[in-house]
C-alpha cells in the first residue's frame, strides 16, 4: 500500500539524490582542494623570482593537498583498521587545515580582509567535507565488515596467527639466550669441582 502522506515526487528525488550524492561530494572535496591549491598558487606566483619559482608556487600547493588527501582516506584502503573517532585521518586534517589557514592569512591579508575570509571559508568547506566523507565511509566499512561473518573469522584467524607468531619470536630470543647462560655457569661448575678435587688430595697428603 502506497503512503499517500508523501509526494511521491519528493521521494524519487530523494532516492536520485542519495544515488549520485556520494560521487558529487566526493567531486566537491577534489575541487576545493584543486581550487585551493590554484588559489595559492597564484599569489604565491606574484613574488616569484624567476621562472623556476612560478612552477613551484604552484606545484607545491598541489602537492600539498594531494598529499592532504592521501593521509586523511589512507587506512580507508584497509577495511580491517576500523578507526575511532579520532582516528588519524581526522586529526591529519584538522592539523592541515589549521597550517592552510595560517598560510592563507600571511600570504592574503595583504591583498585585503575579504579575499583572507574567502579563502578560509572554502578551506573550512573542505575541512568539513573532508570529515564528513571519512565519517560516512567509515561507517560503511564497519557495516560491510560486522555483517560478514566470514570476516569475522578471517580477522580472528589473522589476530590469532599474529600473537602465536610473536610468542614464537619470543621464545626463539630467550632461546638464544640460553647458551651464552649455560657457558658461563660450566666454567664454574668446573672450577668448583677442581676446588673440590684438590681439598680430597690435600687432605688425603696429610
Same mark, same amino acid.
Given at each position: ?9 519528493f521521494?524519487r528525488a530523494?532516492?536520485q539524490?542519495?544515488r549520485?550524492?556520494?560521487m558529487?561530494s566526493?567531486? *566537491?572535496?577534489?575541487?576545493t582542494y584543486?581550487?585551493?591549491?590554484? =588559489?595559492?598558487?597564484?599569489?604565491h606566483? +606574484?613574488? /616569484? ?13 598541489? /602537492?600539498i593537498q &594531494?598529499g592532504?588527501?592521501t593521509?586523511?582516506?589512507?587506512f580507508q *584502503? ?9 582516528s588519524?585521518? =581526522?586529526i /591529519?586534517a584538522t ?8 598560510? &592563507? ?8 580582509p575579504?579575499?583572507?575570509i574567502s579563502v578560509s571559508?572554502?578551506m573550512?568547506?573542505?575541512?568539513? =567535507?573532508?570529515i ?8 560503511a ?5 560486522y555483517q ?8 580472528r ?5 599474529r600473537?602465536?607468531f610473536?610468542?614464537?619470536i ?5 632461546? /638464544?639466550n640460553?647458551?651464552?647462560?649455560d657457558?658461563m +655457569?660450566i666454567?664454574?661448575?668446573?672450577a ?9 688430595d ?5
Amino acid at each position: 500500500m502506497e503512503n499517500s502522506l508523501v509526494n511521491q515526487d519528493f521521494e524519487r528525488a530523494v532516492k536520485q539524490m542519495r544515488r549520485f550524492l556520494p560521487m558529487l561530494s566526493f567531486g *566537491l572535496l577534489i575541487g576545493t582542494y584543486l581550487v585551493s591549491a590554484l =588559489i595559492m598558487g597564484i599569489f604565491h606566483a +606574484q613574488n /616569484a623570482p624567476n621562472i623556476g619559482f612560478t612552477i613551484a608556487a604552484f606545484l607545491v600547493p598541489l /602537492a600539498i593537498q &594531494a598529499g592532504r588527501g592521501t593521509l586523511v582516506f589512507f587506512f580507508q *584502503l584497509n577495511p580491517a583498521r576500523i578507526q575511532s573517532r579520532c582516528s588519524f585521518g =581526522i586529526i /591529519a586534517a584538522t592539523t592541515l587545515l589549521l597550517l592552510s589557514l595560517c598560510e &592563507a592569512f600571511f600570504v592574503m591579508w595583504p591583498y585585503g580582509p575579504s579575499w583572507t575570509i574567502s579563502v578560509s571559508t572554502l578551506m573550512l568547506i573542505g575541512w568539513v =567535507i573532508e570529515i564528513m566523507i571519512l565519517r560516512e565511509t567509515t561507517f560503511a566499512t564497519q557495516m560491510e565488515l560486522y555483517q560478514n561473518r566470514e570476516q569475522w573469522e578471517e580477522l580472528r584467524n589473522f589476530y590469532r596467527a599474529r600473537n602465536e607468531f610473536d610468542q614464537f619470536i619470543k621464545g626463539q630470543s630467550e632461546r /638464544a639466550n640460553l647458551p651464552e647462560r649455560d657457558e658461563m +655457569q660450566i666454567p664454574s661448575e668446573a672450577a668448583t669441582a677442581n676446588a673440590e678435587s684438590e681439598k680430597n688430595d690435600a687432605s688425603l697428603g696429610k
